[in-house]
C-alpha cells in the first residue's frame, strides 16, 4: 500500500523560508511515469498546485510560484522535499504532496499525503 507523508514546522515567521518532506512508502519515487508533487489549499479557499519533481527528477512550477519554490528529492530516503522562501501570511495553508501518473500526455492525480497546516505568522 503507497502512503505519503507530510512533515515539517507548523509555524513559520514571515520572510523565512518554508520547508516540507513527503515521506513515501510503498513504492518508490523514481518508478517510471510517476510525478511527485505538492498542493497547497489557503484557508477557505480553493487548491493551488505548486510544482512536481518527476520520476527522473525534471521539475516544473506553478508559474505564480517559480521564484520562490524548489521541489528536491532524496532518493535513498525516498522523500522529496519543498521549499518555499520569502514567505508571507498569505501562504499560511494546508500543504497536500501527492502522486500523480502520467500517460498519453496527460497527468491523473493518483494519492495523496494527509495534509499538514502551515501557519506563516510573527
Known amino acids: 500500500q503507497v502512503q505519503l507523508q507530510e512533515s515539517g514546522p507548523g509555524l513559520v515567521k514571515p520572510s523565512q523560508t518554508l520547508s516540507l518532506t513527503c515521506t513515501v512508502s510503498?513504492?518508490?519515487?523514481?518508478?517510471?511515469?510517476?510525478?511527485w508533487n505538492w498542493i497547497r489549499q489557503p484557508p477557505g479557499k480553493g487548491l493551488e498546485w505548486m510544482g512536481y519533481?518527476?520520476?527522473?527528477?525534471?521539475?516544473d512550477y506553478s508559474s505564480t510560484l517559480k521564484s520562490r519554490a524548489s521541489i528536491s528529492r532524496d532518493t535513498s530516503k525516498n522523500q522529496f522535499t519543498l521549499q518555499l522562501s520569502s514567505v508571507t501570511p498569505e501562504d499560511t495553508a494546508v500543504y497536500f504532496c501527492?502522486?500523480?501518473?502520467?500517460?498519453?500526455?496527460?497527468?491523473?492525480?493518483?494519492?495523496w499525503g494527509q495534509g499538514t497546516l502551515v501557519t506563516v505568522s510573527s
Open positions: 501527492a502522486r500523480f501518473r502520467g500517460q498519453g500526455g496527460f497527468m491523473y492525480v493518483e494519492l
Open positions: 510503498g513504492a518508490s519515487i523514481t518508478t517510471s511515469s510517476y510525478y
Open positions: 519533481i518527476g520520476y527522473s527528477g525534471s521539475n
